[in-house]
């Protein structure tokens, strides 16, 4: 939608759409609203207010300001003072030096698309300036391949298909072609809304010649990569003067930094970087703008972390993990692209060795750290966070995060979702912004609480010592049971019937265990017809442990513990033999083959007890089969259904 102002001094406030607001002469407020917006301010000392990272700014004159409200937006130097909201990340510095002001706008160009095309012109096109037309050349053949191979390989970096075409005279079309310079081998546009944006001009007099005979290895393949960076909305690192006599905008690059070891868009290159490759600091600048492609490093991959070189980690798709288990330094890990991680200590440049950030558009679902104290950070998709060993400090985002903090006394940080928390060894805690009030604590059985906040968000906590609460600790340990919970009658009632208890089963079952025991109980179960029928009275002690495994654990026996809990099974019953083998299953170590499956069943079935008793809502046997079989071994699958109960969601 287009919103105008007056003359005078106007208030504009766009819709949730993308809109285009004019505040004309007058000292302006504008605020484009949620979508991507066009602002353009006019005369006078406009107020911008930002929302969106995609919005652009035009404007003529006076003394402006704005406040930022969107994470990583990349400010527009005609708006004199900037001020950002509590909590607003900014624009990482290795990017805001290689965009310029206008970039906010260059994606917005493509009104939704990925695509930009490309044209070989044999004459002048009209919209050329008379610098542009001076000496015109077209592009020879040689020419030509070249730069189809530069647009391949771009694509294979940066979310954009270039698409070849015989019309330049079109929006987002890239016109390549040479003339006749003075003092530069060449030059473009940045994107921009008119057929000029994005035209690309090369010399080809003086030492500038080899330019149409270019070549891997030659200075000619840096000077076309580097001009198809400012096509595509690069700028130099640096704000001197460049070739051309234009200051850049800024900021600039560490000095460091300003080299085409990092950026071709540097004027201080080495022959290393003569090919049609960008460097790091231009594919994370890009990436920002495009994203990655979404062609290359597609599979499941694992990103192992060096300790003497930067990590600049991108992706285009898969199950992904950032592996940092070969360093024994603390590692600092951020999943979200735009943060600064590390291992060991921060350096002053990203570039330094050790150095980690994920670029813009990646999606990082699972990280490990090392021996150290770690600190890593999630995102808002499914993650899986390991902290090993070290005093760790884990935090999963918003999405259904399993998180493993291994020895140590390791901390985590909030409840978002629905997520698996696992302490591991030493004294662990989970550490909530909640009051105690606010907050509910169901322990499930010795080793698992369930803690539940206001908003619905649940965590499934295995050895975790306490909770910190905004006005307290809370001690795991001297918690009981909630009152309708007995887990041995669980860990039966899993092991016989293969799902969760129903509530009237479950309580004639209770008040027989108080009456005869676990043992007489068990026995009896698996005397009934319908365990009977899962455990055939017929089978062989080989044949009944070997489903044990496979109905309980979820996995084949090893010859081992197929040989010892047959012979157990000599003098035990078989009611007996169950409760041995799933307390020895809960008392293994975190890992041992079988016990997530049964410990995450389990887990379930107590809660569906609470459940029931709290809601008064008895499930049938039918249902709760199908609810129980949607828990497997992943933790992320206990949470979830968890989860979806604790929202409001009936199950």
Same mark, same amino acid.
């Given at each position: 939608?287009?919103?105008? $102002?007056?003359? +005078?001094?106007?208030?504009?406030? +766009? ?7 004019? *505040? ?5 407020? %504008? ?36 406040? #930022? ?17 509590? @909590? ?46 001076? *000496? ?49 081998? +060449? ?29 891997? @290895? ?26 051309? *006599? ?55 991959? !694992? ?60 999606? #990082? ?10 600190? #890593? ?72 609480? %369930? ?20 006005? @307290?600790? %809370? ?13 041995? %009658? ?14 009237? +089963? ?10 005869? $025991? ?47 809990? !047959? ?7 078989? @009611? ?65 259904? #968890? ?9």
């Amino acid at each position: 939608m287009n919103i105008y $102002g007056t003359s +005078g001094n106007d208030n504009l406030t +766009g819709t949730a759409g993308n809109d285009v607001l004019y *505040g004309n002469a007058g000292n302006d407020s %504008l605020d484009g609203g949620a979508g991507s917006n066009a602002l353009y301010g006019g005369n006078g000392n406009d107020f911008y207010i930002i929302r969106n990272r995609f919005d652009s700014i035009w404007d003529s004159a006076g003394t402006d300001s704005g406040i #930022i409200y969107a994470d990583f937006y990349k400010t527009n130097e005609g708006v004199e003072t900037w001020t950002w909201a509590s @909590g607003v990340q900014k624009l990482p510095y290795w990017i805001d030096s290689l965009v310029p002001g206008t970039a906010p706008s260059f994606p917005s160009l493509l009104k939704g698309g990925k695509t930009i095309y490309y044209t070989f012109p044999t004459a002048a096109p009209a919209h050329f300036t008379a610098e542009d037309a001076y *000496g015109f050349k077209a592009f020879t053949a040689q020419q030509q391949t070249f730069a189809r191979q530069a647009f391949a390989y771009i694509s294979s970096v940066i979310g954009i298909q270039f698409v070849e075409t015989t019309n330049p005279a079109a929006a987002n079309t890239i016109v390549l072609a040479n003339n006749v310079q003075t003092g530069s081998a +060449g030059y473009a546009y940045f994107p921009f809304d008119d057929y000029q944006g994005s035209d690309v001009l090369l010399n080809y007099t003086g030492s500038s010649a080899r330019n149409l005979t270019p070549t891997n @290895g030659d200075y000619s393949a840096l000077t076309l990569i580097h001009e198809l960076g400012h096509a595509l909305g690069l700028k130099h690192p640096f704000t001197s003067v460049d070739s051309l *006599g234009n200051a850049s905008d800024g900021p600039a690059l560490p000095t460091a930094e300003d080299t085409s070891q990092w950026t071709v868009m540097s004027y201080n290159s080495r022959p290393a970087e003569y090919n049609l490759r960008y460097s790091p600091l231009d594919i994370a600048a890009l990436q920002y703008l495009y994203g990655p492609s979404t062609t290359a490093q597609t599979g499941d991959n !694992v990103y192992t972390l060096s300790a003497t070189a930067p990590n600049f980690i991108w992706d285009g798709g898969g199950i992904d993990s950032l592996d940092g288990t070969n360093t024994t330094q603390g590692v600092t890990l951020y999943l979200e692209p735009g943060y600064w991680g590390y291992l060991g200590s921060k350096a002053s440049l990203i570039t330094s060795s050790g150095q980690v950030t994920v670029n813009f558009g990646t999606v #990082i679902e699972n990280a490990k750290g090392g021996t150290g104290s770690d600190t #890593i950070i999630g995102n808002g998709v499914d993650n899986h966070l390991y902290g090993y060993a070290g005093d760790d400090t884990l935090s999963g985002g918003s999405g259904d995060d399993v998180l493993e903090g291994g020895d140590g006394n390791d901390s985590f940080l909030g409840v978002s979702g629905a997520d698996l928390i696992y302490g591991g060894a030493g004294t662990d805690v989970l550490l909530l912004s909640s009051g105690i009030t606010k907050t509910q604590v169901l322990k499930l059985r010795n080793d698992a609480t %369930l803690v539940t906040d206001s908003s619905g968000n649940v965590a499934v906590c295995r050895s975790v010592e306490q909770i910190k609460f905004s006005d @307290g600790i %809370l001690g795991v340990s001297g918690l009981s049971a909630g009152p309708s919970i007995d887990s041995m %009658l669980g860990q039966i009632y899993v092991a016989a019937f293969r799902r969760a208890p129903e509530t009237e +089963g479950y309580n004639y079952w209770a008040k027989d265990v108080a009456a005869r $025991g676990y043992v007489a109980v068990a026995d009896t179960m698996f005397s009934l017809d319908v365990v009977k029928a899962i455990y055939p009275t017929w089978m062989t002690s080989t044949e009944f442990v070997t489903t044990i495994y496979n109905n309980v654990f979820n996995r084949a026996p090893d010859t081992e513990g197929l040989n010892f809990w !047959v012979k157990q099974h000599a003098s035990a019953s078989r @009611g007996q033999l169950v409760m041995e083998m799933t307390n020895a299953a809960l008392g293994s170590p975190d890992g041992t083959p079988g016990k997530d499956f049964f410990q995450n069943r389990l887990d379930w079935s107590l809660y569906a007890v609470n459940y029931q008793s709290e809601h008064q809502q008895a499930m049938t046997p039918e249902h709760l089969v199908t609810l129980t079989n949607s828990v497997g071994a992943d933790g992320a699958s206990l949470a979830t259904l #968890i989860g979806q109960a604790a929202s409001g969601v009936m199950i």
